[in-house]
């Protein structure tokens, strides 16, 4: 979605990195969010799969499957609420595989219209779908 503003924004994030950064994308939290179009977000997967550093991207499916499952309290209404409350209790080196572990979950099994709840191995501790067969 939106080629033209991507685009934009990765040849302007190539000269910043050039004249910058010698031509190396740089390691450093602050530095990443510097480069044209790069967020929390992404500045957050590149620590964690480029860098190997410990971080939690949070993405629509991490927000949501963290939601649903009560990892996170339901006043963590933003990303960034919900990448603190995760970091405070998933241990540092764990975070990077847990963010995978959640995308991923979000993506196949908790799917955000449909999730796959009868196939779901968590859902005998999964406070959502307790609610939902409470309605049912
Ligand atoms: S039981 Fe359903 S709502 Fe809960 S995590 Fe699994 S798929 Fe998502």
Redesign the pocket.
Known sequence: SYPNAKARHLVELARMLVSEYGGEVPNDFDALLRLSGVGRKTANVMQAVAFGQSAMPVDTHVYR?SH??GLVPSTADTPLKVEKALIKHIPADDLARAHHWLLL?GRY??TSRK???DK?E??NI?P??IE?SKLQ
């Open positions: 499957v649903r499952l979950h099994v908790c999730p796959h709840c779901c968590l859902s999964c959502k779908k939902n």
